[in-house]
C-alpha cells in the first residue's frame, strides 16, 4: 500500500480500493480525490482492475450525492494528471454557479463557466476549516452509504 502518511490528516473517507482525501486548496468548497491503495505506475483506465474501477465509479457516485446534501454543487470537473504526484488518483472538483457557505466562510467559484485549473493559487485555508469540511463529507458519506445499504420504503 502506497505511503499516504503526509495527507492523513486529510483523509475523509476509506473505500476497499480508494481513500478520498480532502484537498487542502479549497478554491473550490469540497474539493477532493480519491487515491488507489495499491502502488505502482498505474493508469487509472487502462491499469486499474475490474473490482478497483467499478468501485471507483461508485465511490464517485456516492461522493457526488453526499456533495450535492451539502453543497449543492451546480456540476462537477474531474481530473487525472498524476503531473505532481505519481500515484493514480481522480480529482473531483464542485463547481459552483453561485456563492456558497460554510463554517463562517464564502467560497466563490471564481472561474465559473471556464477552466477550474485558473484559480489562484495563493490563497490558503486555515486547518480548521479544512478538518470540519473533512468531518462534514465524513459524516455524509457514511450516512449515504447506511442509506443505500439499508434503503427506507417509499410512501
Known amino acids: 500500500m502506497p505511503d499516504f502518511a503526509p495527507y492523513d490528516k486529510y483523509r475523509v473517507f476509506d473505500f476497499e480500493h480508494w ?3 480532502l484537498n487542502i486548496g479549497q478554491q473550490y468548497l469540497g474539493r477532493c480525490y480519491l487515491a488507489l ?13 475490474p473490482c478497483e474501477l467499478a468501485e471507483l ?11 450535492a446534501e451539502l453543497f449543492g454543487p451546480d456540476k462537477y470537473d474531474y481530473c487525472s494528471l498524476g503531473n505532481e504526484w505519481h500515484h493514480c488518483h481522480l480529482h ?4 459552483y454557479q ?3 457557505q460554510f463554517f463562517g466562510f464564502t467560497f466563490i467559484d471564481q472561474c465559473w463557466g471556464r477552466n477550474y485549473a485558473l484559480y489562484d493559487r495563493n490563497i490558503t485555508f ?3 476549516l479544512l478538518f470540519q469540511l473533512c ?3 465524513r459524516k455524509a458519506l457514511s450516512a ?6 439499508h434503503p427506507h420504503p417509499r410512501d
Open 98 to 100: 453561485s456563492e456558497r
Open 37 to 49: 491503495k495499491r502502488d505502482g505506475a498505474i493508469d487509472i483506465f487502462e491499469d486499474t482492475k
Open 19 to 21: 481513500v478520498l482525501f
Open 144 to 149: 449515504r452509504l447506511l442509506s443505500d445499504l
Open 57 to 67: 465509479l461508485r465511490a464517485v457516485a456516492t461522493i457526488k450525492k453526499a456533495m
Open 126 to 128: 486555515p486547518n480548521e
Open 92 to 95: 473531483l472538483i464542485p463547481r
Open 135 to 137: 468531518d462534514a463529507l
